[in-house]
């Protein structure tokens, strides 16, 4: 019987690596990679030598504007607005206006009182009320007094509860006062002081404020830091500050209670939200209005009996008040920026960027892999895959804010997609025939 012929079925042939075209291929999507890996490098310099901050700090500002998850108000901050300055009472008032908001709030309890503004005047139209201040503010669980940094020397010594707090670190960038205009030592000198500027940038723009300040050559607190430690019972002294690191607020035991995190400035990023930063306000004369309406037995508008353990602020907020800071939730006052400050610290709702290592292998592994992938899928199709990577870390950089407030930066990941797509071209153009004929 015959056997049967098979014709043998030829074999498709596969790219030779013999094949020029095959060739060059591999040899421009090694030189893309080779390319954006410089690319990145020159990213990643350009964002973590802060050459990119201005446009970052814009961007990071609309994050915080958006309001889709609201924060609830603190409920362990309340506010004691002054909200009108009256025609026939002046700014600034004597010390008789404090003495009766104050009386008015301490048969409630609050934890403590904080005096926003700075009640230094020796003026004996001012004064003439300060021993009846300084009964009732004995009579208090504790207050918490504004001082005022200076440059020039003509303040007076700190007070003795000022306190000074140890660090580690340079302090050449943490701003630096040669003395203080301080609270009269008639009331306040058995109280916690707290300096009270806030170092705002070029046309009032608040992003942070100091936690510290340089004093004699000694690190004294702000007075977001001083009611902070009066509200957590943190000692001063046995904390630490490791400039360009943290707060580390601690008790007299050593307990860490806050790991607050700071720049070389000694500065803290405000965590701003659109909502107050405390779930209790009232007005200033409404306070004394509600404490005689309640020992009267009638229903107040404001029940002070909600301001039970928690941190009264008393400062300015009348349309009057010039100096009104720009913030990513609007304009506000000091107290409301220091309320904010302080909030962000009790509930440590730190901002904080991205871990430099995890960035920089983010950034190696979309730099490289996207300039070798767009070699070998073409230029099309590439710039539409940039266009959904750049959507999709925006997309993220905003959720990421919004659940952790971590902080994905925008303008240097733009920067690695415009080069990642520059270098894949170069590329993809590069001569090799030119360069064999040459050689």
């Given amino acids: 019987m015959d056997e049967a012929r098979v014709t043998p079925t030829p074999a498709v042939a596969g790219p030779s690596s013999a094949d020029p075209h095959h060739h060059h291929h ?16 020159f ?20 994050r ?37 908001a104050l009386r008015a709030l301490i048969d409630y309890a609050p934890q403590s009182v904080v005096f926003d503004m700075n009640l230094n005047d020796r003026d004996p139209s001012y004064t003439s009320f300060d021993e009846i201040f300084s009964h009732i503010v004995q009579r208090t669980n504790g207050v918490v007094f504004a001082a005022t940094g200076t440059t020039s020397s003509e303040g007076g010594p700190p007070p003795e509860r000022l ?23 008639t009331f306040a000198g058995q109280s916690p002081v707290g300096i009270n500027n806030v170092q705002a940038e070029s046309g009032l723009r608040l992003r942070g404020i100091p936690l510290v300040f340089s004093l004699d050559e000694k690190l004294v607190p702000s007075l977001v830091l001083q009611a902070t430690a009066q509200f957590l019972g943190a000692d001063l002294a046995s904390s630490d500050v490791q400039v360009g690191r943290a707060v580390f607020l601690k008790r007299k035991d050593g307990t860490v209670l806050r790991t607050i995190p700071i720049d070389d400035e000694g500065r803290m990023r405000v965590r701003y939200h659109q909502d107050p930063a405390a779930s209790w306000q009232a007005s200033f004369d409404g306070v004394i209005v509600d404490d005689d309406e309640i020992q009267q037995g009638i229903k107040p508008q404001q029940d002070l009996r909600g301001l039970l353990h928690r941190q009264v602020w008393i400062g300015r907020t009348d349309p009057a008040l010039r100096e009104r800071f720009r913030t990513p939730v609007g304009k506000l006052a000091l107290v409301e920026v220091e309320m904010q400050a302080e909030r962000t610290i009790l509930d440590q709702d730190y901002v904080r960027p991205l871990p430099p290592m995890i960035l920089a292998i983010l950034y190696l592994l979309v730099g490289i892999g996207g300039a070798s992938l767009l070699v070998r899928i073409g230029p099309r199709h590439g710039s539409a895959l940039l266009a959904v990577t750049a959507a999709f870390w925006l997309e993220s950089s905003v959720l990421a804010f919004r659940l952790y407030n971590v902080i994905l930066p925008l303008p240097s990941f733009a920067m690695l997609i415009f080069g990642i797509y520059i270098m894949a071209m170069l590329a993809i153009v590069w001569d090799f025939d030119a360069e064999e004929v040459e050689g």
């Fill in 26 to 41: 591999k040899r421009r999507g090694a030189l893309a990679a080779g390319l954006a890996l410089l690319w990145t490098i």
């Fill in 43 to 62: 990213a990643l310099l350009a964002q973590f030598s802060g050459a990119l901050d201005a446009f970052e700090e814009s961007l990071l500002d609309w």
């Fill in 64 to 100: 915080q504007s958006l309001a889709a998850y609201p924060e609830p108000p603190s409920d362990q901050l309340a506010l004691v607005a002054i909200d009108t300055i009256p025609d026939d009472r002046p700014w600034p008032w004597s010390r008789l206006d404090y003495s009766l």
């Fill in 163 to 185: 306190g000074t707090i140890p660090y580690q670190g340079s302090t050449r960038l943490v701003p630096r006062f040669a003395s203080a205009i301080w609270p009269l030592e």
